[in-house]
């Protein structure tokens, strides 16, 4: 297969790189320049240039990572940026599709909005606030493609941890094992490997498509993550993180840590889809062993 990754210089997209160059042709469309091992590094714009879509036409299969980093304070410039990064670029990515195509697409289980007492699959309604009203607008620009008779894929993906995700990231963060909030709120989390196996699956199979979850079956609490990885890294903070500094810190997504989300993947254990790291304690294990 040809296979055209956009938005391929993130975590998940350099991972599936060099996941999938090995066994097929692939296209990695970034922004600046990026030394991929294998596979070709095309460098432009989706909005602003034209110099790609050759590229496109010709692949079997896209895959839209394209989306700059929703973990900050959102200013109203800030959600702007939000907006045009996956909106902007999904529309150009649609509008150059053909009807032989697969789009595997991202979204996140920001989709369902935050609480601290539901349980969301695939079948629960879209939230209200404004990352769920954004992963909404971002899904439905993708599933335009369905009119093009496009087999279109929907990945809602919890936090990814890999070596280079998340967990990497929060590592010496202050906010790293601190109580945030009541600690009921959940966590829906994915191994990076099974978000690669999930790629893979969905471009294989045709039977894949519509909305996934992409998150692993057991979510936990803020608490039973922070004794999870207290129990690998005894160094971490245990100390309190007062709310009104995280909302001071990161503003209205603040609300998305302090209430959190229960997503269950329903679709995929419908399909009794094999994850290698279902459990958090082994999950992080790996992620720490490459650290």
Not at 39 to 58: I, P, Q, R
Not at 103 to 108: C, E, F, M, Q, V
Not at 186 to 192: D, E, K, N, V
Request: charge should be positive.
């Amino acid at each position: 297969m040809k296979i055209f990754v956009a938005g391929a210089g993130g975590f998940i997209g350099s991972n599936i790189i060099d996941k999938l160059a090995q066994n097929h042709e692939v296209i990695a469309l970034t922004r600046q320049k990026i030394h991929f091992p294998q596979g070709k590094n095309l460098v432009s714009d989706l909005v602003k240039k034209d110099d790609w879509k050759s590229e496109l036409a010709s692949s079997d299969v896209i895959i839209n990572l394209c989306g700059n980093d929703i973990a900050r304070k959102w200013t109203n410039s800030i959600k702007r940026q939000l907006q045009d990064a996956r909106l902007k670029t999904t529309k150009a990515i649609v509008e150059n599709m053909d009807s032989h195509q697969c789009l595997i697409n991202a979204s996140a289980v920001g989709y369902y909005g935050y609480a601290l007492n539901k349980t969301f699959d695939e079948q629960s309604a879209n939230g209200r606030d404004f990352l769920a009203q954004l992963a909404k607008n971002w899904e439905d620009q993708a599933q335009l493609a369905t009119k093009k008779n496009c087999r279109v894929v929907i990945m809602r993906l919890g936090v990814t941890i890999g070596n280079g995700g998340a967990i990497k990231n929060m590592i010496g963060q202050k906010f790293l094992g601190g109580r945030i909030g009541s600690g009921q709120q959940y966590f829906s989390w994915i191994h990076i490997a099974d978000v690669l196996h999930f790629i893979q699956q969905a471009m294989s199979d045709s039977s894949y498509h519509g909305v996934y979850n992409v998150c692993s079956p057991n979510p936990v609490t803020y608490n039973d993550f922070n004794k999870t990885l207290s129990s690998l890294l005894p160094r971490i903070a245990t100390v309190k993180v007062p709310n009104i500094l995280l909302k001071i810190t990161l503003g209205e997504f603040a609300e998305t840590i302090l209430q959190g989300q229960k997503v269950l993947p329903k679709r995929l254990e419908e399909k009794e889809f094999t994850f290698s790291y279902p459990d958090l304690k082994s999950a992080l294990q790996e992620v720490l062993s490459k650290m």
